[in-house]
């Protein structure tokens, strides 16, 4: 039992620490002394840094699917007031004043998808998962009458998954939530008018 709590542990730290300084700037020596673990336990849970970080974004495609659940699947309310409020969400939690800015899925994509096939697997899947889980949400928003019956719920999730990305890497380069705001008010004003 101590071996899994310690394995969940590395992943723990792993994850602010790649969240917060990148993976590229992050060494397993930095995690291993953040954790307080020595070296031999994470050779022992991971075969190599790039195991590790796979393990990394599967926690983090974890925990925002259970963030798209509790918004997305909140039956209270209407389809579009759920995508709204998940976004709104999602400013707050990973704007430039939630307590890690950016988000993780598209940080690895820009630094090591391009070399690495089975971290860009792991990638993929957490992107078609919550662009899934987004077009659920938009179909229920046809079937309610909330958009058009021409609306393609599929080409919609993406260009909000697209967006939102693309959102942050220019919220991270301009220090500044703008480009979030911007992103959400044509998101909602615009593209998903009810």
Known sequence: MASQVTREHLIDIGLKQIHSAGYTATGINEILQLAAIPKGSFYHHFASKDAFAKEVIQRYASGEQQRWQLFLDDAKLSPLKRLRRYFKEMIAVYGRRGPIAGCLLGQMSLEVAERNPEIRNVLRQAFDAWQDAIARTI????????????????????LLVNGWEGAQVRAKAEQSDKPLELFFAF????????
């Open 139 to 158: 179909r229920e928003a046809i079937e309610q009458h909330e958009l058009p019956k021409t609306a393609k719920a599929d080409d919609l999730a993406a």
């Open 187 to 194: 998101a909602f004003n615009v593209l998903l008018k009810d």
